[in-house]
């Protein structure tokens, strides 16, 4: 599909813009826009890797309330991360990575979250999803389309690219959607996706882009 296709975006995203005043902000845009702390928004974006919003969150403020720079995660024992962050899935994992992460950032960045994607895609347990998030949440750079479930699932029933893994779809996208949006697209798709347009069986009937999706895929709506 060529970018002149997808002929009705801005009013989709006008349409999203209105439909998102009626929801919660997606977490991580939320400590984003909170905190204007790049390391904030890496951390509570691998505290969220399948795990919904409505956990992460208090895990989140939990954590960030007695450690919220490289320097005290780096410091706080295991043991204690652990126990804060237990309510998120893979908490172990997380927390080892979690660690590891912050003490890169202070031995090979001074501290900082390093400034460019590549950069932050050599830090273990970063892919492009946390990546372009810290990119364009963190340091306010809309360089990338951040892609997660939402993002993935709703782009491909719209019709807009036609893609099998979340990776495929930020590259698809980045081809097709005007950049004038990329900073607004994940933030809207997620609230979209967390509120109606459900992975596994959408509210199509009260959606208010229903007249410009093509619905691919969608089996079971209501
Ligand atoms: S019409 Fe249905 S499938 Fe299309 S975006 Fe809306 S909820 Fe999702």
Request: glycine residues 4%; hydrophobic residues 35%; proline residues 5%.
């Amino acid at each position: 599909m060529s970018k002149q296709e997808i002929k009705n975006i801005d009013k989709i995203i006008k349409l999203l813009k209105k439909e998102a005043k009626n929801f919660v902000n997606p977490i991580v845009t939320e400590i984003g826009e909170e905190t204007r702390s790049p390391f904030m928004v890496l951390i509570s974006c691998l505290l969220s890797l399948r795990t919904q919003d409505k956990t992460t969150g208090p895990v989140a403020k939990k954590l960030f309330d007695v450690a919220k720079t490289p320097e005290e995660i780096a410091k706080m024992p295991l043991k204690r991360l652990q126990k804060i962050i237990r309510p998120v899935n893979y908490y172990i994992t997380k927390s080892k990575r979690i660690k590891e992460i912050s003490k890169t950032i202070i031995a090979k960045y001074d501290g900082k979250v390093p400034h460019t994607f590549e950069e932050l895609m050599t830090l273990k347990g970063v892919g492009k999803k946390t990546a372009a998030i810290t990119m364009v949440y963190g340091h306010k750079k809309a360089h990338y389309i951040p892609v997660d479930v939402h993002v993935h699932v709703i782009a491909n029933r719209l019709g807009w690219i036609k893609t099998k893994n979340a990776e495929q779809t930020m590259d698809e996208l980045m081809k097709v959607v005007p950049k004038r949006y990329w900073y607004d697209l994940n933030d809207l798709f997620v609230a979209h996706g967390q509120n109606i347009c459900l992975t596994n069986s959408p509210f199509c009937s009260k959606c208010a882009i229903r007249e410009y999706c093509h619905r691919i895929g969608v089996i079971r709506s209501r």
